[in-house]
């Protein structure tokens, strides 16, 4: 069950401005060099394949599964389970915080990290009397 719902104004004061489309008008001056800093952000995703076209920078993003911690670790690696994107936004007007991109939808679990495998005991003894090893592998030293 996909769900996605905008909430477009601020539900205080009505602005339909949010936060980031404000730091990103390029007549805004901030005095610090920031009036174009989240629109330069958002087009620097989209340029690298990291974003869509319609992606909209959001001021924080929450993510999640609706599984409780037990269950989601004894789930098999691939297994779906319902999930939730919130985007919040800030209302420059009034200050208040609210979400302005609410999601829902299928997460698949993904396989573990790898972890790396440090040397045992004997392995370090070893290493140990064969003496350090040359950074460079082709030196003679």
């Known amino acids: 069950m996909d769900y996605k719902k905008e909430f477009p104004k601020c539900p205080v004061c ?3 401005e949010e936060l ?3 730091l990103g008008k390029p007549d805004l001056k901030l005095g610090d060099g ?3 800093f989240c629109a330069d952000l958002a087009e620097m995703s989209k340029e690298r394949g990291l974003a ?3 992606f909209r920078f959001h001021f924080q993003y929450l993510t999640g599964i609706a599984v409780e911690p037990k269950e989601a670790e ?3 690696v691939g297994a779906e389970a319902p999930s939730y994107i919130i985007g919040t936004d800030i209302c420059p007007d009034c200050g208040c915080v609210y979400a302005s991109t609410l999601t829902s939808g299928d997460e ?3 396989p573990p990290p790898t972890q790396l495998v440090t ?3 004997a392995q370090r003894r070893r290493m140990g009397r064969e003496g350090p090893q040359p950074i460079n592998p082709f030196s003679k030293s």
Request: no cysteine; net charge positive.
């Open 52 to 54: 869509s076209k319609d």
């Open 14 to 16: 009505a602005l339909r």
């Open 119 to 121: 040397p045992n005991r």
């Open 34 to 36: 920031r009036s174009k």
């Open 20 to 22: 980031a489309e404000i």
């Open 108 to 110: 698949k679990k993904p």
């Open 74 to 76: 004894k789930a098999a």
